[in-house]
């Protein structure tokens, strides 16, 4: 039997189907961003050889991020940078608020609610549902889109970035408390007539039931990751967890069921992270290169991530 680490590589690896531009994008959010945003196609494919995503993938998937302005090409001589458009550090650096936190926010009992108050085509309506959705909106009926902490402005900002700016005088933002918003209907009834808490629940369990035994690994100490296998573990981490935030509006505590499993996810990948960085960047510091053959150095912030509160800090 593998070791957990390894297990885990192993059970990426035999996927039928991964979506490689979603794990590209926690790559460069994640990687590639602390290093100036920027890498050559050949070090990226490199990098991610060893989990057997073949060459062809990586570039067609970069191509399809690049169609959908996540990123930008320059060329340096016969070879290509990607660097990522304005646009998408906006999105990652939005992420990276989400992803490294330590902490849920604390809520100052106020709801913040988009109105459409306009008639909207199916197609626009849609959109619009998606594009709140990946910033953890829920929806009550079709015309009320609800979340406990957004800044609108800022979520306004981020329509506007998705190609939404003709629908904005078709929508109304308030900030009301739940006594405002008419009805018997509670906090909480608001919270599960919008969210699908279980079905969220049940995703973090299984998260914390497949990263729990790596962490043991990691704390054990006998059998010691190799920088590679750090690099990669952390990148499945990461991918993993942003695929659980992207599902999560970060319900404060208050509103949260009692033992909910978010937080101690969180926790989770905290640790394994931490643990998991300084060979990581040793194997980045040595396979990471720019087109004109450089390699750059990660920023010092890079070190701040998940370090409130941290054991190993």
């Given at each position: 039997?593998?070791?957990?680490?390894?297990?885990?590589?192993?059970?990426?690896?035999?996927?039928?189907?991964v979506?490689?531009?979603?794990?590209?994008?926690?790559?460069?959010?994640?990687?590639?961003?602390?290093?100036?945003?920027?890498?050559?196609?050949?070090?990226?494919?490199r990098?991610?050889?060893?989990?057997?995503?073949n060459?062809?993938?990586?570039r067609?998937?970069?191509?399809?991020?690049?169609?959908?302005?996540?990123?930008?090409?320059?060329?340096?001589g016969?070879?290509?940078?990607?660097?990522?458009?304005?646009?998408?550090?906006?999105?990652?650096?939005?992420?990276?608020?989400?992803?490294?936190?330590?902490?849920?926010?604390?809520?100052?009992?106020?709801?913040?609610?988009?109105?459409?108050?306009?008639?909207?085509?199916?197609?626009?309506?849609?959109?619009?549902?998606?594009?709140?959705?990946?910033?953890?909106?829920?929806?009550?009926?079709?015309d009320?889109?609800?979340?406990?902490?957004?800044?609108?402005?800022?979520?306004?900002?981020?329509?506007?970035?998705?190609?939404?700016?003709?629908?904005?005088?078709?929508?109304?933002?308030?900030?009301?408390?739940?006594?405002?918003?008419?009805?018997?209907?509670?906090?909480?009834?608001?919270?599960?007539?919008?969210?699908?808490?279980?079905?969220?629940?049940?995703?973090?369990?299984?998260?914390?039931?497949?990263?729990?035994?790596?962490?043991?690994?990691?704390?054990?100490?006998?059998?010691?990751?190799?920088?590679?296998?750090?690099?990669?573990?952390?990148?499945?981490?990461?991918?993993?967890?942003?695929?659980?935030?992207?599902?999560?509006?970060?319900?404060?505590?208050?509103?949260?069921?009692?033992?909910?499993?978010?937080?101690?996810?969180?926790?989770?990948?905290?640790?394994?992270?931490?643990?998991?960085?300084?060979?990581?960047?040793?194997?980045?510091?040595?396979?990471?290169?720019?087109?004109?053959?450089?390699?750059?150095?990660?920023?010092?912030?890079?070190?701040?991530?998940?370090?409130?509160?941290?054991?190993?800090?």
């Open positions: 039997m593998l070791p957990p680490i390894q297990q885990r590589l192993e059970d990426f690896r035999q996927q039928g189907r979506q490689a531009g979603s794990l590209i994008i926690s790559v460069f959010g994640d990687a590639v961003l602390p290093r100036g945003g920027r890498i050559w196609l050949g070090s990226l494919i990098l991610l050889e060893p989990i057997e995503l060459e062809r993938l990586i067609t998937s970069v191509f399809r991020l690049a169609k959908e302005e996540w990123l930008r090409t320059e060329p340096s016969r070879r290509t940078d990607y660097l990522l458009t304005p646009s998408g550090q906006r999105r990652f650096e939005e992420a990276s608020r989400h992803i490294y936190a330590s902490n849920a926010p604390l809520w100052d009992r106020r709801w913040r609610l988009i109105l459409t108050v306009g008639e909207l085509t199916p197609k626009e309506r849609d959109h619009l549902r998606r594009a709140l959705f990946w910033q953890g909106f829920g929806a009550l009926g079709g009320c889109f609800v979340h406990p902490g957004a800044d609108l402005p800022t979520a306004f900002d981020a329509l506007i970035a998705e190609g939404l700016g003709d629908v904005l005088g078709k929508l109304k933002p308030l900030v009301a408390a739940d006594a405002q918003l008419g009805g018997s209907a509670s906090d909480h009834d608001m919270v599960h007539g919008a969210w699908n808490l279980q079905e969220l629940a049940d995703m973090y369990a299984g998260f914390v039931a497949r990263y729990q035994p790596v962490l043991g690994q990691l704390r054990d100490g006998q059998d010691a990751v190799d920088d590679e296998s750090a690099f990669l573990l952390r990148v499945l981490l990461i991918h993993d967890y942003r695929r659980l935030l992207l599902r999560d509006p970060e319900l404060p505590d208050v509103l949260l069921p009692t033992g909910w499993p978010g937080q101690q996810a969180r926790m989770l990948c905290r640790e394994i992270y931490r643990r998991l960085l300084a060979p990581s960047e040793r194997h980045l510091d040595r396979h990471f290169q720019l087109a004109d053959g450089h390699t750059p150095e990660a920023s010092p912030a890079l070190l701040e991530r998940f370090r409130e509160a941290d054991p190993l800090a």
